[in-house]
């Protein structure tokens, strides 16, 4: 029996409201180990030090594997939660956050830290970033187009207040209850996306879409037109690596949005661990130090993508947003490389509220370019260029943060590196601004072939 649009518009709320729990549970799980793990690292590998270049390269080893993991396996992903149901897939990379933090809940001597570094290598290649596409597909599949914006910064939001909260809560924990916090959290959300999350998938499916909203992956099987008309794809039909970059070809946006991914990913795969040694090295930033920074950082990206981007998004094209956060991101590194003092970062860590609505801009590009039942694949596609930027720049930043915090440094400017983490979000601008020129109205019907 189908849903009137009163009862339809009620269930998607409610549908919506159960994903921002299971979104802000797991980001919290998945963010509340952050701010410790460098001393951790550091206490593990070479204690009563505060530099160490072997802490900096196993940890850049670890975010390329990852990175490389989650290349090969996010478009997979995204392709079987268009298949199967985003609740079915989404529940894969929230129960494996569970694992790690177990083990260091348990102990954190040098051997125990080298199991865990081993099991968050593994799990992390699902995990980072399942948590953050899956929810991007669901979210899209509850909201019309015009909307999906507000949509994709409101899942983003609900991410970065985990991590604000997350982050405040770190200053009154010691290491043991912040990883067992972390179990706890993640076991939560589980638990509650089991019992509350309905999919959409079955959902979607009964409204009757025209011709450019047809899956892009055929069905072979030899079933009736009444069960093609159901929509569901066949599982067969997996998309190869092949047809992923075809796809990401056939359409001049999709391509651009591609190169923006990966410059945006180099970029962001940088501060994830070089820019905290960098902090570590040049003006002894501990844990405490850490948390202050991020609270500063997701307490104004809470704002921007809650409440700043879901308003902008009615007065601007997604396009100019995004070109506009990669001029603040740059802006952002570009002060921090050049940091006179310990106090520094802290007044620039407000740049990134608007630096990190480059990517529900960019999310909600790439929606509109393909039919509703391709966003997983799409957003899976996307994350998995970034992914691959992510394998890239441990090899880029790691070297080059060693280089210039040593003595062996060509040049006196210990934040070089950090400037280069800048300079791939200003060449990102390029692309960003060549999408508005040009047109998208043909993307759909290039996108329905690619796949055949």
Partial sequence: MFLTKTEDNMEKISSLKHLFVTVFLSNFAFNVVTPAITDITMDAICPSQDKCSLAIYLSGFQQAIMGLGSMLLMPLIGNLSDVYGRKALLTIPVTLLIFPSVIMAYRRTTNYFYAYYVIRTLTGMISDTGIQCIPIAYAVDCMSEENRASAIATVAGVGSAAFLCST?????????QIFLVSSLSSSAAVLYMTIFLKDTTRHINKINYDALNQPILPNDDNKS??????????????????????????????????????????????????????????????KDNFSILMLICYGGTTFSQLVLLPKLARIVREETILSLALIAGFSNMLIDSIAWEAWVPYVVALFPMFLFLAKPAL??????????????????????????????????????????????????????????????????????????????????????????
């Fill in 225 to 286: 037109e009444s069960d093609s008309s159901e929509g569901t794809p066949s599982p067969k039909n997996i998309p190869s690596f092949y047809h992923i970059i075809s796809l990401l070809k056939s359409s001049t946006t999709l391509l651009l949005a591609t190169f923006i991914s990966f410059l945006y990913g180099l970029g962001e795969g940088g501060i994830q661990t070089p820019f905290l040694y960098f902090l570590r090295a040049r003006f002894q930033y501990n």
């Fill in 363 to 452: 999310q909600s590009i790439v929606s509109k370019q393909v039919g509703p039942n391709e966003q997983g694949i799409a957003q899976g596609c996307i994350s998995g260029v970034s992914s691959f930027a992510n394998i890239l720049s441990p090899f880029i930043f790691s070297p080059l943060t060693d280089l210039f915090l040593s003595e062996r440094a060509p040049f006196n400017y210990p934040g070089f590196s950090m400037f280069c983490i800048g300079l791939a979000w200003l060449l990102a601008i390029i692309p960003s601004m060549m999408i508005s020129w040009f047109g998208t109205s043909n993307s759909r019907h290039i996108i329905r072939d690619v796949l055949c």
């Fill in 168 to 176: 405040f809560l770190v200053r009154f924990l010691s290491t043991a």
